[in-house]
């Protein structure tokens, strides 16, 4: 079959990305091949220490020495393949007991890619291995270091003309004998003379089936592919991937590396979509008073993070069904980049203030925050979050404090806070508090206590602190469940009893540490269950009302790219480009009465002002 027909039957059968074998050709970092290694600011160490699984040299014979080196007006006195590659080489494989990496799953080739006048380089090259038996001899030595002859080469026929430890880097349009084939290490071609495709998205359907094919031929003849010329980009190395190479060409080995042995951490699958709500959208957007609130905030969830869940929920998401859409921007007083602290004060106090601090502006004076304020008018809040109740999400809603890590002086700030129900971890800073009589003291101002969710849920009305052992808010992919959603929920059902109306904040916490550490699978489920909090959130505006819905987060976290994603699978492949906080703008989804008003870009702070205008305090009583 030529090669016109092959691209028409993989075009018609509809098989292009049945290259979409993403888990049936599984690459590791040692499927690198450093290209022109001898650039490298430290040649063959570099790649060598990436565990790059072949090393490329182009050599020119000068003198009887054989140097490494682009052309012939690159070449340096000290620059010789035996300086370079071959006595250092021979010296780790020592090291290694007689293996090229301590490794032995993992294997080495050095790939010699002579410029010109092959027959003088090759008896030279001979002679200088001979120097190092069993090294570079696979008769000798199983675990040797593969010799591969690239570029000026011998014809196939002459192949037997040169030691069997000598093998070569054939190209897909020579028809090898079965003989000649057995010398062959893999086949190889230059991308250019296939595609103009420039490593950024992916080739045309004609070319991914010409180049499918290439690598498909290859393999029938059970030999490795490799195309050189192509983009170094991660992009680049997941269509590759794909399509079914077994080389990747890199100019970057650590970079290659570190995407290949961090892969786990940055792809995820979801099998199984779980379903949606879809809102009524009955008041969504009125002009009508808003009597309750339900802010959701999700640490450290930027719009990659939401969109590869979107993507991993095979193309839906609760949130994604909120139709009015803005943009906060997170920037701190004291720094572009905000951290949780600056974040959530922000947004709880209406100001502007500094990296780490908690409720105070950035002269350290108590800002009066959200909670505080609706209380005045008779509203009752709630503060719950899968995380650490004295984290500074959490905290810029009842405390005062100028440094998010005074952990036990943000849970004693809890006496002078008129929050109703609170609900996170970290017992310690409340019952072991340097305060003695802290719980007591709660106690007299009518919390109840709980340390477990379960008995919290028992309770229908009241003032109540659960503070969870560190077990129940373990992360989803470890067995949590839906702590988040089922303690909204709860929360409701004792809020919604007050006449006045309420407000709640609830933390999806842990999206934030999956950002930190830069595991997209711990990013995504813990966006899930934020989600289905979502849903709990928008079913509950939908039969009250009179409830605003705000969905946000207080910065992102990890900076984010997507690099490859299918709704269909339900997969996506990402990377980060820090494990920090970033000054992305964050969105903000607003479902219910006065939804309309969170529209259009703007500091995170106003979103306080926004949240008192709708729900038009003025015309309120004060009953405090």
Known sequence: MDIKNIIRTAVFAGVLFAMDARAQHALSFNSGHSHNDYHQNIPLLTAYYAGMGA???????????????????????????????????????????????????????????????????????????????????????????RIVISGDMPKPQHFVDFPDYLSFDGRPNINYTADQLKRIAMISDDLKNYTSWNGKGNPTPVDLATLKSLIDAAHLKQKPFRFWATQDSPNTWIVLERLGADWINTDQPGKLKDFY????????????????????????????PVKNVILLIGD???????????????????????????????????????DSAAGASAI????????????????????INLVDTLADYGVKSGIISVGDLTDATN?????HQIDRAMSQEIAADLLQSK??????????????????????????????????????????????????????????????????????????KILSANSNGFFIMAEGAQIDHGGHVNDLPYVVTELHDFDKTVAAALQFADQ?????????????????????????????????????????????????????????????????????????????????
Do not use: C, W
């Open 55 to 145: 090393i490329e040299a182009d050599v020119f014979l000068k003198n009887g020495v054989l140097y490494v080196a682009h052309d012939p007006s690159e070449i340096k006195a000290d620059a010789t393949l035996k300086g370079f590659y071959l006595e250092p080489l021979a010296k780790l494989f020592r090291q290694n007991g007689n293996k090229a990496y301590a490794d032995a799953k993992m294997k080495l080739q050095l790939v010699v890619d002579i410029k010109e006048n092959h027959p003088m380089v090759l008896a030279q090259l001979i002679k200088d291995l001979s120097a190092y038996p069993g090294v570079f001899n696979n008769q000798m030595n199983p675990n040797a270091i």
């Open 261 to 288: 042995v961090h892969k786990d951490k940055l792809t995820y699958t979801n099998p199984v979509a779980y379903p949606v709500y879809t809102p009524e959208y009955k008041v969504d957007g009125l002009p009508k």
């Open 300 to 338: 450290g969830m930027g719009l990659a993070q939401i969109h590869a869940g979107y993507i991993a929920n095979h193309g839906q998401l609760n949130m994604s069904n909120v139709r009015n859409i803005g943009f906060s921007q997170t920037a701190a007083a004291d720094a572009g980049n905000t």
């Open 348 to 367: 709880a106090t209406g100001g502007k203030t500094n990296n780490r601090y908690i409720g105070v502006g950035p002269d350290g004076r108590k800002m």
């Open 395 to 399: 905290a810029a809603f009842y405390a």
């Open 419 to 492: 929050a109703e129900i609170l609900l996170g971890s970290n017992q310690k800073s409340f019952l072991k508090n340097k305060d003695v009589e802290l719980m007591s003291k709660l106690k007299a101002q009518g919390f109840q206590l709980s340390t477990q969710a379960t008995d919290f849920f028992k309770h229908g009305q009241g003032k109540h602190l659960v503070l969870l052992p560190d077990s129940a808010i373990r992360s989803v992919k470890d067995g949590r469940g839906e702590l988040l959603k089922e303690s909204l929920q709860h929360t409701l």
């Open 544 to 624: 009250n009302k009179e409830t605003l819905v705000l969905i946000t987060a207080d910065h992102e976290t990890g900076g984010l790219t997507l690099l490859d994603a299918s709704a269909e699978k339900g997969m996506v492949t990402g990377s980060f480009s820090t494990n920090d906080h970033t000054n992305i703008m964050v969105p903000v989804f607003a479902y219910g009465p006065g939804s309309a008003e969170f529209k259009g870009t703007y500091p995170n702070n106003e979103l306080f002002y926004k949240l008192l205008k709708v729900m038009d305090l003025k015309k309120k009583k004060k009953v405090r």
